[in-house]
């Protein structure tokens, strides 16, 4: 079937850098996107959304970006912080479908 | 965690054996699914429901199934415990169709089978 998959496994940072966390997606009636946090021990936590017909969207710190013709999604964080430790999935939904596919993860591990 | 509980938080078992872990919410949450986290593999959805005694298959449901008799309430039941259930099981809700894949994610449960 199609996937959500991710070109890095582990990005490491210093503190105060932006990371970009990139995902590819291979599946063209995706239309939502949805980027989690999950740190070590816990359930996932919702971070941003993005529609299809979107190309940018902003939140607190972070941003995601779609990029439909290369089927790229990325999540940036501003000014990154020891607290951004945590492992980030990207997932998405498609065909009306309110259930998501989630992408593998990847580990970001952000040095004092 | 968005008022879930998942329980128990860690369990030991042997093969063959019989294991139910529930997903309790206090926010009134229409939807409720119960994921499955392996290395290399994400989440994957077992069952989810979205209802009282509304419940549906996901990609991985095969030796699972689920009940939903009250709405905070999702019960889910390993009917005969195999070594390839070892996992992390995770329990989520979202509130309504409208943005469901804002789902909020319990705490986890860490289930062994030996």
């Known amino acids: 079937g199609e996937s959500v998959g991710l070109h890095l496994p582990t990005l490491s940072v210093q503190e105060g850098d932006n990371s970009i966390i990139n995902c590819a997606y291979s599946?063209?009636?995706?239309?939502?996107f949805i980027w989690y946090k999950q740190e070590s021990g816990k359930g996932p936590q919702f971070i941003i959304d993005?529609?299809?017909?979107?190309d940018k969207r902003q939140g607190q710190r972070v941003t995601v970006l779609l990029n439909k013709t290369v089927k790229h999604l990325s999540l940036q964080i501003a000014a990154t912080q020891p607290g951004d430790s945590a492992v980030y999935f990207c997932?998405?939904?498609?065909?009306?479908?309110?259930?998501?596919?989630f992408g593998r993860g990847t580990s970001l591990i952000v040095h004092p | 965690d968005a008022g879930i509980t998942q329980s128990p938080r860690h369990k030991v078992t042997e093969t063959g054996t019989p294991v139910t872990l529930r997903c309790h919410q206090t926010?009134?949450?229409?939807?409720m699914y119960w994921y499955r986290q392996d290395p290399g593999h994400g989440l994957r959805l077992i069952h989810y429901?979205?209802?009282?005694?509304?419940?549906d298959k996901g990609e991985v449901s095969d030796g699972y199934s689920v009940s939903r008799s009250k709405t905070e309430d999702f019960l889910l039941t390993l009917e005969s415990a195999t070594s390839s259930q070892t996992s992390v099981y995770f329990c989520?809700?979202?509130?309504?169709?409208?943005?469901?894949?804002?789902?909020?994610f319990g705490p986890g449960t860490r289930l062994t089978v030996t």
């Open positions: 989520a809700i979202s509130e309504s169709r409208a943005h469901p894949y804002e789902q909020y």
């Open positions: 599946n063209s009636a995706s239309d939502y």
């Open positions: 993005i529609r299809s017909n979107m």
């Open positions: 997932a998405e939904t498609s065909g009306g479908s309110y259930i998501p596919t």
């Open positions: 926010e009134n949450h229409r939807y």
């Open positions: 429901s979205y209802g009282v005694k509304d419940t």
